[in-house]
């Protein structure tokens, strides 16, 4: 199995700045593609930005140029810096890797991101 724990959400005022962690433990040798979602009351999870094992990433169009997404898998962490918060980023972000010998996505528990004055 394997588990993800995200990390670094909290209260931020418009403008400013968070990046979140997720570091993944457990059998965590077949895990490739990892990413970030986010779901906000009421709505359904949508994906932010992901990441290949190679580095190639992939960013929803309401983010680009703001969060980056990065990895280090010497530290078997996911990384996303997020820049230019505006009060609709408020929401719930979970990380996502998927594990290709089981076929399957891994969740985090989520980290709680709100952007407020």
């Known amino acids: 199995q394997v588990q993800l724990v995200e990390s670094g959400g909290g209260l931020v005022q418009p403008g400013g700045s968070l990046r979140l962690s997720c570091v993944a433990s457990?059998?965590?040798?077949?895990?490739?593609?990892m990413g970030w979602y986010r779901q906000a009351p009421g709505k359904p999870r949508e994906l932010v930005a992901d990441i290949t094992s190679g580095g190639s990433t992939n960013y929803a169009d309401s983010v680009k140029g703001r969060f980056t997404i990065s990895r280090d898998n010497a530290k078997n962490t996911l990384y996303l810096q997020m820049n230019s918060l505006k009060p609709e980023d408020t929401a719930v972000y979970y990380c996502?890797?998927?594990?290709?010998?089981?076929?399957?996505?891994?969740w985090g528990q989520g980290t709680q991101v709100t952007v407020s004055s």
């Open positions: 457990g059998n965590i040798f077949n895990i490739n593609n």
């Open positions: 996502k890797g998927y594990d290709t010998f089981w076929s399957r996505n891994f």
